[in-house]
């Protein structure tokens, strides 16, 4: 295959594009996920929009997609891409992969955990090209991640592997949405980070300058990941120690994966990442405390080379690479 239609779902935007097997991004776009309606209402969105998507790079000229890749929140039943992510109500075993393949005829259709296709982009076309063993991470409204060892994917037994988001990283930290306690997520996710940040205090100063200052737009929240990380860039202090809390738990959490998985190197990425050194410097810290094995010690942390596009190239890659990337039919 030469291109592929790239499908990224999450609980606040639809986005597909068209891309092809150099991971060129010919044509993308997204839509905000509709709320509150049911199954079918998310689905015509989605498929309007690949619609869309589909014509626009056929007019700028890509190669015909040949397939379809899929990321999407999880859970689902894996590899039958019958998803329940857990942001969209309106999807309950939701037979997504089946639909797709009803919208495109015989072309494959593939559909895996959102945070493996992160992981997937950056060993394909990031920051990881050329290493057998990699950790890739993403740090948002949730932690995920997905493994690659050994230049292959990881599916784990039902499809989960790389779920560092819940490994273990204080036993008695905060419970977690997947209702345990203390899991890495539960502690260092964009939205856990900003609550703790708002409850010591932070004031959200600079983001409401950004906001109102430079677009007008009354009335939103102002208090979420690129707020803190914005005020962390002009020194507020509660912005900064909140970022090496979420910095820290990450290295602990990252420290404990190294020693299971023996990796080449760990990819981070997802929008609290982009606060940089304030997120990386503690983390890296936290990593030369608890990762001490000669086979940990020197692996390198770096971030995203894809950024915001790594979840629709890595949801290419899932048809465009082979099977490097699938294992299943
Ligand atoms: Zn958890």
Redesign the pocket.
Known sequence: LRSAVAVDIGGTKLAAGVVDSTGRVWHADRVPTPVGGDGEVVWAALAGLIGAVRAAAAIAGAPPPGGVGVGCGGPMRWPQGVVSPLNIPGWRDFPLRQRLGELFGASPVRVHNDAIALAVAEHWRGAAVGRRDALGMVVSTGVGGGLVLGDRVMDGASGNAGHI??VVVDPAGPG?????RG?L??IASGPRTVAWALANGWRCAVAERRVLGARGRYGESLADGRGLVADARVGDVVAVAALARAGAALGVGIASALALCDVQVVVVGGGLAAAGDLLFDPLREALRRHARLGFTRAVPVVASALGPQAGLIGAAALVLAGNRYWSAD
Request: hydrophobic fraction near 20%; include cysteine.
């Open positions: 988001g819940h977690c949405a997947c209702g345990g899991c997520e539960a």
